[in-house]
């Protein structure tokens, strides 16, 4: 791969990996979600970036 190609997509990378873990964390730590946390985790990790995204605008209980 051409490095400049690689210098644009690991911050992208390393952005993806961080929102995944914290929303994994947050998704644990939180008694009640909207809908079963079985099905939020599979959201998350398999929706790539924009699967913690959609978690935190609609899984979350205010």
Do not use: C, H
Not at 25 to 41: F, H, M, N, S
């Amino acid at each position: 791969m051409d490095s400049q190609l690689i210098q644009l997509l690991l911050p992208i990378i390393i952005l993806q990996f961080i929102l995944i873990i914290i929303a994994l964390i947050d998704l644990k730590r939180v008694e009640a979600t909207r809908g079963p946390k079985w099905l939020w985790v599979l959201i998350i990790i398999l929706g790539n970036l924009a699967g913690p995204i959609i978690y935190f605008i609609i899984g979350r209980r205010p």
